[in-house]
C-alpha cells in the first residue's frame, strides 16, 4: 500500500499526559499537512511542511502543540499536557507540491483524552 | 457565515434514490475537491475540478465558477454510499489553502 499511513489509528489517553503522532506520506510528496476534525465538522487546518520546513501554523495551534518532519519524509504532531478538549481525529495528508496539487489523506488518528 | 457552505447537512435516501449535494462557496478558488468519508474517519478523494463536470461510475461532480456553486450527484444509491460528503475549496493565500465545508451526513437505507 503506497497511501498516506497514520500510527496509531486509535489512542486513549489521560488528560495531562503528552501523546505523539506518527503521519508517513506517499514517497514522492513533498508537502505534508496535518489537519484535526472534531465531531459533526470539516477538517481544520493545523499546520504544513514543505520537505523539512515548516511552513505554516494555525492560529489555532496553541503551544501544547508541535509538529516535525526532520528529514522531509514522515512527521509527527506531539500534544503536551493534553486536554479533554483535544480530543479529536487527526488526520494526515500529503501531496506533490503545493497550489493545486490534489492532497491525499491518511486514516486518521483519533484521540480520546479522558 | 462560513466561507463554504454545504446542504443539506443531514440526507437520508431509500437505495436507488437519485441524490444530490451542494456546496456553495463565498471565496474565490483555483479549485474544489469534492471528499467522501466513512465512518472510522479515513478519507477518499472522488474528485477534483475546477470548471465544467467530472463522472466516475454513479458520481457525477458540477461546478459553476461564476455562481460559486458545486453539487455531487449519485445515482442509483446503494447503502455502502453511506458516508460523509465533504466539499473542500482550494483558496491559495489561505492558511493550508484548502477550506473545508462541514460534511454532509448521507444514509442509504436498503
Known amino acids: 500500500d503506497t497511501g498516506v499511513s497514520q500510527n496509531p489509528r486509535h489512542k486513549i489517553t489521560k488528560r495531562g499526559q503528552n501523546v505523539t503522532f506518527r503521519c508517513d506520506p506517499i514517497?514522492?510528496?513533498?508537502?505534508l499537512y496535518w489537519y484535526r476534525q472534531t465531531l459533526g465538522q470539516g477538517p481544520e487546518f493545523l499546520t504544513y511542511f514543505q520537505n523539512e520546513a515548516q511552513l505554516e501554523k494555525s492560529r489555532l495551534l496553541s503551544d501544547r502543540f508541535s509538529a516535525e518532519r526532520p528529514k522531509g519524509s514522515f512527521s509527527t504532531l506531539e500534544i503536551q499536557r493534553t486536554e479533554q478538549g483535544d480530543s479529536a481525529m487527526y488526520l494526515c495528508?500529503?501531496?506533490?507540491?503545493?497550489?493545486?496539487?490534489?492532497?491525499?489523506f491518511g486514516p486518521g488518528t483519533r484521540l480520546t483524552v479522558t | 457565515k462560513n466561507e463554504v457552505e454545504q446542504s443539506p447537512q443531514n440526507l437520508t435516501a431509500q437505495e436507488g434514490e437519485f441524490i444530490t449535494i451542494n456546496c456553495s462557496y463565498s471565496?474565490?478558488?483555483?479549485?474544489l475537491h469534492w471528499l467522501q468519508q466513512h465512518p472510522g474517519g479515513g478519507i477518499v478523494s472522488l474528485f477534483m475540478?475546477?470548471?465544467g463536470k467530472k463522472k466516475h461510475g454513479r458520481l457525477i461532480a458540477t461546478i459553476n465558477i461564476q455562481e460559486k456553486h458545486s453539487s455531487l450527484h449519485i445515482t442509483a444509491s446503494h447503502p455502502r454510499d453511506s458516508a460523509v460528503y465533504i466539499c473542500?475549496?482550494?483558496?491559495?493565500?489561505?492558511?493550508?489553502?484548502?477550506?473545508f465545508g462541514k460534511g454532509t451526513k448521507l444514509s442509504v437505507k436498503p
Open positions: 514517497s514522492e510528496h513533498n508537502r
Open positions: 473542500t475549496v482550494y483558496v491559495p493565500g489561505s492558511q493550508g489553502n484548502l477550506i
Open positions: 471565496v474565490g478558488i483555483s479549485a
Open positions: 495528508a500529503s501531496s506533490l507540491d503545493g497550489g493545486l496539487s490534489e492532497q491525499y
Open positions: 475540478l475546477s470548471s
